[in-house]
C-alpha cells in the first residue's frame, strides 16, 4: 500500500461513522445476552450478515455478534448466570460460540485484526472496532448493528453501497484479495445475489490477479453453488464470472456455454453450461473440484438425457430409476436449454416408467444364455423405445442446434437503422492510439528495473507477476508483441503497473500514423457527429493523480484535429449502451471483436478495425454507405 493511500485509509477510520436508525428485530435470548453483556460494561453488537440483509429488505437468518469483551472476559460474564452453553474450539481466534435453551446459536467474536492469510489466520490480535472493520471484506459485511440506540454504525460507506447496488471491497481490494483469495469469489456471489456490478477497483483487482490456487477445490465448489442459487439473476452471475476469468479454476479444462435462459437449480445450471463437453470429461472435473456422488452422477446423467440416443437410452433408463434425480432438476435442465419442457418430460416419463422390453424368463426359454441375455435385453429395449428417443432426440438437437443456429442468423439478418442523426463511435487504443508499444516499453522498463521500483514495492500482484515471468521465461525475457503482453503473469504486470499512474500512461501513448490521418479525416468528414468512446485502466485506490479518463482526453487534445464533441469513458462490457439511441441505430469503430460483437447483437453498426490498416475501415464504412 503506498504511503498516500495508507494516511487516506487511517484519516477515514478516524472519522465519525455514519449512523442510520433501522430496526432490526432481536431475539429474546439474543436481548438477554446483550443484557449481561451491558451490565459488565461491555459492548455487543450484531455485525456482517443479519444487518446487511435487513438493510436489503430481507429477513435476517442468523445473527453474528462481535465485541470489545476479550474471549475470557465474554465467558467469565455469560457463566456467570448458567443457563448458556459455550463451545470454546473458536476461543484462541477471538470466537465463543453460544447455545441458548431457546435454541439459538450465535457467535461472539472480539474486535480483533487477522494476521497471516486465508480463512483461517496464523494468530489474531484483539483490537478496536475500528480496525475490526478493516478486516472485513465488503462493505455490505462491514455494517455493525447497535442493539442500544438501534442504528446501524457504518464505518466504510457500506449502507450507501447497498443502496446504490455495488460491491466494494473494504480499503485496498488487491490487499483483501491477496489476504484471502476466496473473498474473490464471495465478491462475485453478493454481486450476483444484489442483481449488480462490482466496483470498478475492485473488479480491476480482480482482473489484474484473479488466482484461487489457495483456495481449496471444496471452498471453489461451494462458492460456486451459492452463487448460482442465491443469484437475483444468474445469467448476471455467470456472465460476470465468466468475464472475470474464473470459470478456467473453477471447471478447469472445460468449455463453458451460458444459454440465454437461467436456472437457480444448481445441478440443471451447471449440467447446461457444461452441455457442451463429453462425460467423461465433465466426471473427471467434477471429481477433482469434490463434487458428490451424487452431483456429478445427476449431472453426467443430464448431459447423457441431452444427447439420447437409441443406443443409450436403456442405460439412461437405468440410471433415472437408479440414482436419486429429481425431476424437478430434470424439468429445469430442459427449460434451460431451450426445449418446451413438458413435452420432454411426459416423453421422458413414458420412456422411464415402462416395463422391460422383454422377459429374460422368455430370453432363456429361447435357448439364449448367460451374457447374450443382458445384450439381448439391452437390444429389445432400444428397439421398443426407438420411435420415443427420437422424438427426445430431435427436441434436445433442436435446442443444441436449430434454435440457436436461427436466433443467430436472426441477429445476423437485422439491418441497423443508420441515419443522418446517427453518431460514430470510435475506440482509441489500438485504433488511434499505440497503447501495444506503450505498453510493451512499461513492462520493459519494470522488468529492467528502471521504472517503477515504488510500484513495485507497494504491490504483491507485480511482485508476484515479476518472479512468474522470471520463473518461466527467465530473468532476461522481455515482452515483444501484442501476443507476449496478453500471457496471464505479463498481463497482470501491465495492468498493475498502469493502475499506478492511468493518466500519466494515456497521455504518453504515441498516436497511429493512419488512424489519425486517413481514418479521422474521413468519419469527421462523413457529415455524422464523431465521438469517442474508450475503456479505461482504473487508478488503484487512495492514489492522488490523473485518472485514465483525464490521460486520454489530455491525448485527444494534442493529437486530434478536430477535437472530438464528446471522449466518454466506459468498460468495454458497457459499450453496447450506446449502439441505439433514441431509437437510432449508431456506428462503432473497435479493435475488439467480442465489442463489436455485442455492439451489433444491441442493434448497432460495428466496423471491426484491425491495427495499422484504417484503408480497409475506410473501405468498410464506404461499403455501408458511410
Known sequence: M??????????????????????????????DIHKRMKGAGKQLYVVGGAVRDVLLGKTPKDYDLATDAVPDKVIQILQSQGQLRLDLTGESFGVVRVKT????????????????????????????????????????????????????????????????????????????FDEDPLRILRAVRFAGRMGSDLDPETKQAILNDNTLSEVSPERIRDEFIKGISSAKDVNHFLHLTKELGLFRQIFPGLDIKIMPASTSDP???????????????????????????????????????GTISKESAPSLKKDYNRF?????????????????????????LKFADAPPAVNPKDLMAQGIKGPAIGKA?????????????????????????????????????????????????????????DFETGAIELCSKILDGTVGADWVQNSKSMRRAIRNINDTSGPRWRPRTKKDLNLPFVRTLMYAAISFAPGAF??????????????????????????????????????????????????TTKWLSPVPSEVIVRSAKMKSEYAVTAGISNILIDDKASTISTWNAAGGLGILHETGKSVNTIKELALKGI
Open 101 to 176: 435453551r431457546a435454541g439459538g446459536e450465535y457467535e461472539i467474536a472480539t474486535f480483533r485484526e487477522d494476521i497471516g492469510k486465508g480463512r483461517r489466520p496464523d494468530s489474531v490480535k484483539f483490537t478496536t472496532i475500528e480496525d475490526d472493520v478493516n478486516r472485513r471484506d465488503l462493505t455490505i459485511n462491514a455494517l455493525f448493528y447497535d442493539m442500544d440506540t438501534r442504528e446501524v454504525v457504518d464505518y466504510v460507506g457500506g449502507i450507501s453501497d447497498i443502496e446504490n447496488g455495488v460491491i466494494k471491497a473494504v480499503g485496498d481490494p488487491a490487499e483483501r
Open 506 to 555: 494515456f497521455a504518453s501513448l504515441l498516436p497511429l500514423d493512419d488512424g489519425i490521418g486517413a481514418l479521422w479525416s474521413y468519419i469527421n468528414n462523413s457529415g455524422f457527429d464523431v465521438k469517442l468512446l474508450t475503456a479505461p485502466i482504473n487508478m488503484r485506490n487512495g492514489i492522488d493523480a490523473p485518472t485514465a479518463a483525464d490521460g486520454k482526453k489530455q491525448w
Open 324 to 348: 436419486d434425480i429429481q425431476l424437478t432438476t430434470v424439468k429445469e435442465y430442459s427449460r434451460v436449454m431451450g426445449a418446451p419442457s413438458e413435452s420432454i418430460i411426459q416423453a421422458f
Open 2 to 31: 503506498n504511503i498516500l493511500y495508507a494516511y487516506i485509509r487511517e484519516a477515514m477510520t478516524l472519522e465519525e461513522p455514519v449512523r442510520q436508525s433501522m430496526d432490526l428485530p432481536i431475539p429474546a435470548d439474543l436481548q
Open 377 to 433: 435385453m439391452n437390444d429389445a429395449e432400444a428397439e421398443a423405445y426407438s420411435t420415443l428417443v427420437g422424438e427426445v432426440r430431435a427436441l434436445i438437437r433442436s435446442i443444441l442446434n436449430e434454435e440457436l443456429e436461427h436466433e443467430q442468423q436472426q441477429n445476423n439478418n437485422r439491418e441497423p437503422d443508420i441515419t443522418p442523426k446517427s453518431t460514430i463511435y470510435c475506440d482509441m487504443d489500438g485504433v488511434l492510439v
Open 267 to 305: 445441478i440443471a445450471q451447471i449440467a447446461a453450461i457444461l452441455s457442451y463437453n463429453s462425460k467423461d470429461a465433465v466426471s473427471t472435473v467434477l471429481k477433482n473440484m469434490t463434487y458428490s456422488n451424487d452431483e456429478q452422477k445427476a449431472i453426467r446423467f443430464l448431459l447423457g438425457f
